[in-house]
């Protein structure tokens, strides 16, 4: 699955989650937070499974620091998965 994120519609990082929350195998009790975003890329969201941003220099003029977030828990997830079948990758085009 591809999961394609508008960074001209992500301007909050509830937005971002909000996104998230229409992925396949997303649980009803998603936390909402960074802790919860690896658990869920770790674990509970249906893989091969990628996040595609796009116009993320929007959302990173606007989430500021949570955009450094949530590519830090995304390149984990793609690091933890490497050693995986279950594969993850995200990619962010500005």
């Known amino acids: 699955m591809i999961l394609e994120i508008d960074g001209r519609d992500i301007r909050t990082a509830s937005d971002f989650h909000d996104r998230l929350m229409v992925?396949?195998?997303m649980p009803d009790f998603y936390g909402?937070?960074?802790a919860a975003l690896n658990d869920v890329l770790n674990g509970f969201i249906e893989r091969p499974f990628k996040i595609v941003w796009r116009n993320a220099a929007v959302s990173?003029?606007?989430l500021g620091g949570d955009f450094d977030k949530f590519?830090?828990?995304m390149q984990r997830a793609v690091?933890?998965?490497?050693s995986s079948e279950r594969k993850f990758e995200f990619e962010i085009i500005e």
Do not use: H, I
């Open 23 to 25: 992925a396949p195998g």
């Open 32 to 34: 909402r937070n960074f």
């Open 60 to 62: 990173r003029a606007t």
């Open 71 to 73: 590519v830090l828990v």
């Open 79 to 82: 690091e933890d998965a490497a």
